[in-house]
Nanobody, 122 residues
Framework: QVQLVESGGGLVQAGGSLRLSCAAS????????MGWYRQAPGKQRELVAG???????NYADSVKGRFTISRDNAKNTVYLQMNSLKPEDTAVYYC????????????????WGQGTQVTVSS
């Protein structure tokens, strides 16, 4: 069993910054892609940023230039540095990880964090 524990959410004024972190623990052989998603009220969950095990990244157009995703493979942790926050960034942010739990199987288990609220005031 794997748990993803998120931290760093909170309240911030427009233009401010927050840094989210997500640490995976439990039965882990390796972690492939990790990512951050968000879901605002009345909207579907969307990918904010993703990062591969090798460090390649991709971002939603709406956050390019403002957000930076990174990871520490030794710590099984992914981060999301959010700068120049806007009210439209307000959402519940979820961490996701594709986890390989056994050395003998390449099956990737999909795990999600519980979500952390990010609220940006104008």
């Amino acid at each position: 069993q794997v748990q993803l524990v998120e931290s760093g959410g909170g309240l911030v004024q427009a233009g401010g910054s927050l840094r989210l972190s997500c640490a995976a623990s439990g039965r882990i052989f390796s972690i492939n892609a990790m990512g951050w998603y968000r879901q605002a009220p009345g909207k579907q969950r969307e990918l904010v940023a993703g990062i591969t095990s090798g460090g390649s990244t991709n971002y939603a157009d709406s956050v390019k230039g403002r957000f930076t995703i990174s990871r520490d493979n030794a710590k099984n942790t992914v981060y999301l540095q959010m700068n120049s926050l806007k009210p439209e960034d307000t959402a519940v942010y979820y961490c996701n990880a594709e986890v390989i739990q056994h050395s003998w199987s390449a099956y990737r288990y999909d795990y999600w964090g519980q979500g952390t609220q990010v609220t940006v005031s104008s």
